[in-house]
């Protein structure tokens, strides 16, 4: 409740199981009200919410999703960001509407405050739930302990998991006083979720995010992060965006087999990021990351993308591949 506004948690051993149950609470909260047909989700285009059946239906990206259908039915799929098409679907069948607050797999993309606030009003207006699926940046990652504490609302559902432990297993559930109180002992459960060795090793990290200041840490040298991306950007036309909060940040290349070489070719410094939604580079170092350390990342990605416009420019005029750099988005941040 002191960090995240949220009265009480259920604990799992991962966060595709800690969003299952999210899911669940969401269609038995819509039953507790008598409202038996309530059991549409709205969910958004590139979201990724894990691997579990339910956690696929409501992840938009067809190769996760392909191999298992018939998925779980019920879920329709938003434009990202796009508060018309969000009020145009939603409806009284909805339970609830599920949202990163920012995609992860999807490219880094923070949801703007409009549609989070818009989302919010219809959920509140019609009794559905607003979920939030905060596994990748909640807990520190943006450097506030919830993303969602950026926009200024409560969300009735969070999940999370990923640095909850340090590393260990353990996903959480974390709900509203009254959505806990459309759940009774036996509706749902884990068998080794929320042991005792990762919930006393997730207390520890908690203790270490306040004691040690992490948040602060993690907001200066994020901010430092993307001014050096910034300024990479002026210097290369083959970058299309940069952005993100706090240290979960992405940088966006004009081709997928361009950011498939980078990512290569940081590899080989000993480097290791991860290549997104086909051409974006992400960016979750951990917490305690130094200034240094990301200096170092920002040169090696320098000298790289200055060797590939070399070799780029170095090819036959019929051998290159035309790149056209696209409208630049607005640097993004949940402010």
């Known amino acids: 409740m002191k960090l995240s506004g949220l009265n009480r948690a259920f604990f799992s051993n991962s966060g595709t199981e800690a969003w299952e ?23 958004l285009e590139n979201s990724f919410h894990g691997r579990t059946m339910g956690s696929v239906a409501t992840t938009y990206t067809e190769k996760y999703r392909k191999p298992f259908a018939p998925v779980m039915p019920g879920v329709t799929f938003v434009k990202f960001d796009d508060v018309e098409d969000l009020k145009a679907k939603f409806d009284d069948d909805v339970c609830a509407v599920c949202i990163e607050t920012i995609q992860g797999e999807g490219g880094i993309h923070p949801v703007s405050r409009e549609f989070l606030k818009t989302a919010r009003e219809l959920t509140k207006k019609s009794g559905a739930l607003l979920l939030l699926d905060e596994i990748q940046c909640g807990l520190g990652r943006t450097g506030k302990m919830f993303a969602y504490q950026y926009y200024g609302l409560k969300p009735d559902v969070v999940t999370l998991a990923k640095p909850l432990a340090a590393g260990l297993p353990l996903g959480a559930i974390l709900v509203t006083e009254d959505v ?29 995010i306040e004691d040690e ?14 001014d050096l991306l910034q300024q990479l950007d002026a210097r290369h036309g083959c970058i299309v965006d940069v952005r993100g909060v706090g240290l979960m940040v992405g940088l966006e290349l004009d081709s997928a087999e361009l950011a498939k070489t980078v990512q290569k070719a940081m590899l080989e410094k000993k480097i290791i990021i991860n290549r997104t939604h086909e051409k974006v580079l992400r960016f979750l170092p951990p917490f305690v990351v130094t200034k240094k350390q990301v200096e170092t990342v920002v040169q090696a990605l ?34």
């Open 21 to 43: 149950g999210a899911l669940k609470i969401a269609r038995a909260v819509a039953s507790s009200k008598g409202l038996k047909k309530r059991t549409k989700f709205l969910a």
């Open 180 to 208: 806990a109180a459309a759940i009774h002992p036996g509706m749902h459960g884990t068998t080794f979720g929320g042991g005792p060795l990762s919930c006393a090793v997730a207390l520890e990290v908690l203790k270490v």
């Open 213 to 226: 200041k992490i948040l602060d840490h993690v907001k200066e040298v994020g901010g430092y992060f993307l």
């Open 302 to 335: 320098d000298q790289i993308l200055s060797s590939c416009a070399s070799s780029a420019d170095a090819a036959p005029a019929n051998e290159r591949s035309p790149r056209q750099r696209l409208p630049k988005a607005t640097t993004s941040g949940a402010k």
